[in-house]
């Protein structure tokens, strides 16, 4: 029996409320300010509540110089906000040092980025290998054949990242996604560099890890048929949220 509220349980432990899945991210009262010159402040994000779920894919959306970015980054733990939390699988980030933020990106996050995710010193078959080589387990070979092939990269694989265009380097960073088995997936502008019939294909794939396999996707999208996709949306404006909205309910 699922009743809301709390009084009616605590005399009947055999009644269970219905609390709703546990988020993956919650981000409260995040914000950034910097310096770009001494004395002057800039505020990028203004206390920004942020929330994602497995099963779903989330996407950030706003005009440019909006803030998206940069939430992303610090969502993902890449950039330290000024204030606030952000509990990601549990763990407070903001709280984690530099070693320790790497050691859990490395187990549960995974990038597609147009910048900030390859080894350019690496080959594309390196690439994929690198996530099995830090955590010291064997590279699945034929499946990385495989996705190569299905984002028509087979013939690059043993080329070095940097001969690649943005939108392969983005679908080698998407493959290493799938085969690195991450919880959390931040992609920024997955289909920026992509025709559309390449962008549909990452969108499906995301999409997929998403609504099948129960991982949370968090992108940030200028593109209104992407984000006509996603299962929640935030609207940024001027480092704050603007807006949100839930595929299952409106939110507020
Ligand atoms: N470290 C920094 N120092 C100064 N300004 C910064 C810094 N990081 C970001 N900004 C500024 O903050 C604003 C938000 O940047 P951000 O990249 O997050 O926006 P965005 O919404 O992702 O933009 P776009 O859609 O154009 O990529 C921009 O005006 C940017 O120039």
Do not use: W
């Not at 432990?13 to 910097?34: F, H, N, Y």
């Not at 990028?44 to 803030?67: C, H, Q």
Request: glycine share 10%; with cysteine.
């Amino acid at each position: 029996m699922i009743i809301q509220g709390k009084d009616a349980t605590m005399n009947n432990p055999s009644i269970s409320v219905s609390r709703g899945p546990t988020p993956t991210i919650e981000a409260t009262g995040l914000s950034m300010v910097v310096s770009p010159r001494r004395g002057d402040s800039l505020t990028i994000l203004n206390d920004i509540a942020f929330t994602a779920y497995p099963g779903e894919m989330t996407g950030i959306i706003g005009p440019s110089g909006s803030g998206k970015s940069t939430l992303l980054y610090c969502l993902a733990g890449l950039e330290k906000a000024t204030s606030g939390t952000v509990l990601l699988l549990g763990k407070d980030i903001t709280r984690l040092g530099l070693s320790a933020m790497t050691k859990f990106r490395r187990q549960h996050l995974g990038f597609v980025f147009q910048s900030y995710n390859l080894i350019t010193s690496m080959t594309v078959e390196q690439n994929l290998a690198l996530p099995f080589t830090l955590r010291g387990s064997r590279f699945p070979r034929k499946t990385a054949d495989s996705l190569l092939k299905y984002f028509g990269l087979i013939d690059q694989k043993k080329k070095s990242v940097t001969l690649l265009s943005g939108g392969e380097q983005q679908r080698v960073a998407l493959a290493r996604v799938l085969l690195s088995d991450v919880d959390v997936v931040f992609a920024d502008e997955p289909t920026g560099a992509l025709d559309q019939e390449s962008g549909e294909k990452v969108i499906s794939v995301l999409k997929g890890l998403a609504n099948h396999e129960k991982k949370t996707i968090v992108l940030v999208t200028h593109s209104n048929e992407v984000a006509g996709q996603c299962d929640r949306l935030f609207a940024v404006r001027d480092g704050r949220i603007s807006q949100s909205f839930s595929a299952k309910a409106p939110m507020a």
